[in-house]
């Protein structure tokens, strides 16, 4: 069964350094998804991505965030300058359909677990 | 201001029995709505899809039904078993927003 491989899964910092959290999304997906979750909280929409740009992001999503597909497989979200509130789980997402086609299904990655110190 | 609520954060149910989750949302007007499952420290995984026009939909032991009067989703296990214990989310996308979960209800099947 095809899945969403991510990496690093847990990765602990010091505030303020750059993180980057890598994502292999599923090989024929078109459209690609950074969630979050914080511990004990639900899981926040971040960003979408399809045809090498942003199609969507959220208010959390601000200069902080950038993702990027360097290459044909990966797809990465970086965080310029960590706080403590950006410890939470990462997830990655990708889907074959677009949103409003009716056959939206979002497949997850494991996570990324960030601890901001 | 836009809410999407599930009924309880925790439910504990004695095996065998029917596990019923609610989801009740405000101020959207989803396309369809989605259940997912979550175990702890992993991702979501996609269960069921329900469409506006569709009023239930079933997969093996779950049973989804959308009531978009009512703005509810009801997702049902029935027979359920320890191994059902997880948490589940219900998703919505609607024509204008992103693809939103909600908080999610803890589910715990005793043997």
């Known amino acids: 069964e095809p899945e969403v491989t991510q990496t690093p899964s847990h990765q602990v910092t010091q505030m303020g350094q750059e993180v980057i959290l890598r994502c292999v999304p599923i090989s024929n997906h078109l459209y690609f998804y950074w969630y979050r979750q914080i511990l004990g909280q639900k899981v926040e929409f971040l960003v979408s991505f399809y045809n090498n740009e942003i199609s969507e992001k959220s208010e959390i999503f601000d200069d902080q965030f950038s993702v990027e597909r360097p290459d044909g497989s990966n797809f990465t979200l970086k965080i310029r300058s960590t706080k403590l509130e950006d410890s939470a789980m990462y997830f990655c997402?990708?889907?074959?359909?677009?949103?409003?086609?009716?056959?939206?299904?979002?497949?997850f990655g494991a996570g990324s677990r960030l601890t901001v110190l | 201001s836009q809410k999407i609520e599930q009924n309880s954060e925790a439910l504990n149910i004695q095996e065998g029995k029917t596990a019923t989750l609610t989801c009740n949302y405000t101020?959207?007007?989803?396309?369809?709505l989605q259940w997912y499952r979550q175990d702890p420290g992993r991702g979501p995984v996609f269960l069921l899809l329900?469409?506006?026009?569709?009023k239930e939909k079933r997969k093996e032991r779950l049973k989804v039904t959308f009531d978009t009067t009512l703005k509810q989703s009801l997702f049902h296990i029935t027979a359920s078993q320890p191994a059902d214990s997880a948490t589940y989310l219900c998703?919505?996308?609607?024509?204008?927003?992103?693809?939103?979960f909600g908080p999610g209800t803890r589910l715990s099947v005793l043997p």
């Open positions: 329900i469409r506006e026009n569709e």
């Open positions: 997402a990708s889907s074959d359909q677009g949103r409003g086609t009716g056959a939206n299904v979002l497949t």
């Open positions: 998703a919505l996308d609607d024509y204008g927003q992103n693809f939103v």
């Open positions: 101020n959207y007007s989803p396309a369809y």
